[in-house]
């Protein structure tokens, strides 16, 4: 009988996964930001919001363009170049890249390539899309480790995370 529940121990304390932390209450947990699809393929023409994480820049006439890394690109009147004025921001989700030929300014967004006319930058306008031009990195787990809430594609596209409270997560990385 001694044998039965000393073997029955050591099968519990053994069936846990090794060198990996338990998860408790409390416990500091990724948790995704959802969109829906529709509302994270539009790119919009938005009033100007400070700049947070900083990307590439391009210039553009008397327009300076700064990507937002994740989140679009800021559109920067330096026509007097000791007072730069923001004009506004270009909203497009995932936006992580840019180049402008012409009057058209191509970004990223998500996984799509868009085509912007720039000839009026207070107004610019989509001419072109093309589905799917980039291979997207995945967004089902968080880019760090450490425990996460589990993605449910039913609740729309994740477009970031934000670290949070959780209790008893069910998901590491």
């Known amino acids: 009988m001694r044998f039965l529940l000393i073997l029955a121990l050591v099968s ?17 947990t990724w948790v995704p930001i959802y969109t ?36 679009g690109i800021h559109v920067i009147d330096y026509s007097n170049r000791t007072a730069p004025v923001k004009t506004g921001f270009i909203r497009s989700m995932l936006c992580s890249e840019m180049a402008v030929k012409g009057q058209q300014l191509y970004i990223n967004n998500f996984d799509d390539l868009v085509i912007l006319d720039i000839s009026n930058m207070t107004n610019p306008v989509e001419v072109a899309r093309v589905p799917k031009a980039f291979n997207l990195v995945s967004t089902t787990y968080p880019p760090w480790s450490g425990f996460f809430e589990c993605t449910d594609p039913a609740k729309g596209m994740v477009v970031g995370w934000k670290k949070e409270k959780r209790d008893y997560p069910k998901c590491y990385r």
Do not use: M
């Open 12 to 28: 519990v304390l053994y069936s846990q996964p090794v060198g990996l932390p338990r998860p408790a209450p409390n416990t500091d």
């Open 36 to 71: 829906s699809s529709v509302t994270s393929r539009q790119v919009s023409f938005q009033a100007p919001r400070p700049i947070v994480t900083s990307g590439k820049i391009y210039t553009f006439g008397s327009y300076l363009l700064q990507v937002e890394k994740d989140s």
